[in-house]
């Protein structure tokens, strides 16, 4: 089966900039989330979707940070405008049902630099 | 919020030594999940525990869950230098809802 695939792979932007990040998870994979990985740190869930809906943002720094998956398939995480410290790799996971039962299923990543 | 502890933070070993981390929590856990991310790679999932005491095993690794739930370990035996990367947990709090919360990680170095 074709894993979780997340484009672009490497992005450099200035601070204030704003960039997009785009994800389409594993097919049937109905549970989709999006995961901060500073450098030297464990992922951070940003936010959860259950097929179109939102089911946990707390995390999600929502004056710069929006995210949204139309049609419950593909998503989109976007930052504007971006500042230094949203210099990470930014996850994309999906999973059957809970996680709990089948861990996350984790895309490439895409590893953003603001500078 | 749920704060999971890993240790060590880093540990260099001589390949065929054996290799151990530890994650640690001041809440009960509902259950636990094991990655390994190889460097420039992604977290690939490797396990689940979910009972009291569990203990699994894969190959050269096995997984335990400490009987009061707070608890996890993971030893590889006789390290391979394809054991290199980063060992994290992710624990789930013992609140049916919440989404799992990932370790710090333990880095793995192995030594030829």
């Known amino acids: 089966e074709a894993g979780v695939a997340q484009s672009p792979r490497y992005k450099i932007i200035e601070k204030r900039q704003s960039v997009a990040f785009w994800c389409n998870p594993i097919?049937?994979?109905?549970?989709l989330y999006w995961y901060q990985q500073i450098l030297g740190q464990g992922p951070k869930l940003l936010i959860q979707f259950q097929n179109n809906g939102v089911v946990d943002d707390s995390q999600l720094p929502k004056d710069r940070f929006s995210a949204e998956r139309l049609k419950g398939v593909d998503s989109t995480l976007k930052i504007q405008p971006a500042k230094l410290e949203d210099s990470a790799v930014y996850l994309c996971a999906s999973s059957l049902d809970w996680a709990e039962k089948y861990g996350y299923t984790f895309g490439s990543g895409t590893r953003l630099t603001v500078v | 919020g749920q704060q999971v502890m890993q240790i060590p933070q880093y540990q260099h070993v001589q390949e065929g030594e054996d290799f151990t981390t530890y994650c640690n929590s001041s809440t009960t856990l509902s259950n636990i999940q094991w990655y390994k991310q190889r460097p420039g790679g992604h977290p690939v999932f490797l396990i689940q525990?979910?009972?009291?005491?569990e203990v699994k095993k894969q190959k050269r690794l096995t997984f335990q869950f400490g009987e009061a739930k707070k608890n996890s370990s993971l030893h590889i035996t006789a390290t391979q230098t394809t054991d290199v990367g980063t060992y994290f947990c992710a624990s789930e709090p013992d609140n049916y809802g919440q989404n799992f919360v990932f370790g710090p990680g333990t880095r793995l170095s192995v030594l030829p």
């Open positions: 525990l979910v009972k009291s005491g």
């Open positions: 097919s049937g994979h109905a549970t």
